[in-house]
């Protein structure tokens, strides 16, 4: 064998080399480039998620606002002005949340998932007391949640877009929001 033809084996052998460490390194950089789009995509409906519960709080607290509350506040208010109050914060609640798109759709919240109630506003780790007295209601919290439970408000699993080639094909999310009257 001449010198010549040694150097070019060689040169071939380098090539091909390269050529497979390429095609190892491409792999693996479209492999984090999906999951970067996927973990883009959680990041998206959980941000959007949050906005819709941060407005159907903040909506649902503005039921403690209205002339019925205040009547409860004040004593002259029944049973029935309580039940009204807590449906509007309900209703509210809702409403401002199906204005707020996640992923492109409407974001709905189960009825389960809206709880009306007290807490103290000058604690950071206290939970929503849900059968204070009438005249202590001062606070909403709101669960959305985007998951494949089938419910009502589920609004279903958020979709990976990637991820289906290792047999995942959705993910879920939710998040949660309180809103307080605090007068």
């Not at 209601?137 to 589920?154: F, I, K, L, P, Q």
């Amino acid at each position: 064998m001449t010198r010549q033809s040694l150097s070019r084996s060689a040169l071939h052998c380098k090539r091909a080399v390269v050529a497979v460490q390429v095609g190892v390194c491409l792999v693996v950089l479209l492999s984090m480039a999906a999951l970067t789009v996927d973990v883009g995509q959680l990041y998206a409906a959980r941000t959007e998620l949050q906005r819709a519960g941060d407005a159907a709080a903040l909506a649902g607290a503005s039921a403690y606002t209205t002339d019925e509350m205040m009547r409860i506040r004040m004593g002259t208010g029944g049973s029935a002005a309580l039940a009204y109050v807590k449906a509007l914060a309900t209703n509210r609640s809702h409403e401002f949340s199906n204005l707020n798109a996640t992923l492109g759709s409407p974001t709905l919240v189960e009825a389960g998932d809206i709880a009306t109630g007290w807490i103290n506003v000058h604690s950071a780790t206290e939970a929503l007391h849900e059968a204070p007295a009438a005249k202590d209601y001062n606070a909403v919290h709101v669960m959305v949640r985007r998951a494949s439970s089938g419910g009502t408000g589920s609004n279903g699993p958020v979709p990976l877009f990637f991820a289906p080639i290792f047999g995942k094909l959705y993910a879920e999310s939710s998040a949660s929001a309180v809103a307080v009257f605090d007068d």
